[in-house]
């Protein structure tokens, strides 16, 4: 599956009793944007239910909220994420601009004291 920038899709795996192991996928802002910190994130099981199937691997799905195993995925819902109201900033760049505003400010002020 393929995203638009500012989104991306992070999976877990997580070791879990009797060689069972968890799956746990989400989409999110990528995390080279500022708003990754406070950004939405959306749970995912479309996807990863249409890699295992494809691969044929056997899979169960646990529905945590309810403590059960889901029998049936019935509809594959085209969920549009929103892009945030602010634009995306990118914090390498910014991170950038401010320690070189931060070095000239730095540098008047031992200019001025000395």
Known sequence: MKLKKPWEIHVRFSDMKKGL???HAEVEISR???QHLFGQ?????YE????????EIEYKIW???????????FDNYK????TPNI????????LFVIGTVG???LWKYIDTVF
């Open 63 to 73: 529905n945590n909220k309810i403590k059960k195993y889901v029998q049936t995925v």
């Open 48 to 55: 990863i239910e249409n890699m295992l199937k494809k691969y």
């Open 21 to 23: 192991i968890a799956i």
């Open 103 to 105: 070095a000239m400010y």
């Open 41 to 45: 994130r959306t749970p995912i099981v």
């Open 79 to 82: 969920i549009k994420l929103v």
């Open 32 to 34: 080279d944007y500022l």
């Open 87 to 94: 634009p995306v900033f990118a914090w390498k760049p910014m």
